[in-house]
């Protein structure tokens, strides 16, 4: 890869946290909606009680904002606040969630942003944040943003 080109990883990162690894975003209609998660107990302190463990399956953690409940659906072992420590976890479970959501024929992680076509971003906006063609957007004005810097 060239040293100045930019990634879709990167993109991701700008319109989810502007880069920030420690980002953390709760997302209160998850939260308050009926949904039933994976139990995480096993990965938390003693003190977490259910709607903690409900909290931090509504939260979006990292520089990539993945959701609580797709880390965990993920493997991840260990309690949301040692991800927020680990550029390297959240690198690895971004690629962990590209394998497992979006076939690599279409994109990876590193895939370079000029490569992908509009019909790529929008699946990839679907699949990854649930607004195709709005995401696809942001993906293009980060893009544009990361050339700019």
């Known amino acids: 890869m060239n040293a100045g080109q930019i990634t879709l990883a990167q993109c991701i990162a700008q319109v989810e946290s502007s880069g920030n690894p420690f980002a953390v975003r709760f997302e209160p209609a998850l939260f308050n909606g009926s949904a039933q998660f994976l139990s995480i107990q096993d990965r938390l302190p003693a003190w977490a009680d259910e ?41 690895h479970y971004l690629w962990k969630f590209f394998e497992a959501h979006i076939a690599r024929s279409i994109a990876t992680p590193e895939s ?34 990361l050339q700019a810097q």
């Not at 699949?127 to 195709?132: A, F, L, M």
Request: glycine letters at 10%; proline letters at 5%.
């Open 51 to 91: 709607q903690t463990q409900r909290m931090i399956n509504c939260t979006s953690w990292g520089a990539f904002q993945i959701m609580g409940f797709n880390l965990y659906d993920l493997g991840y072992p260990l309690a949301p606040w040692d991800f927020l420590g680990s550029t390297e976890d959240q690198e």
């Open 112 to 145: 370079p942003m000029e490569s992908l076509t509009a019909s790529d971003l929008n699946f990839i906006g679907r699949v990854y944040n649930g607004n195709g063609p709005q995401y696809s957007q942001a993906l293009l004005a980060a893009y544009k943003e």
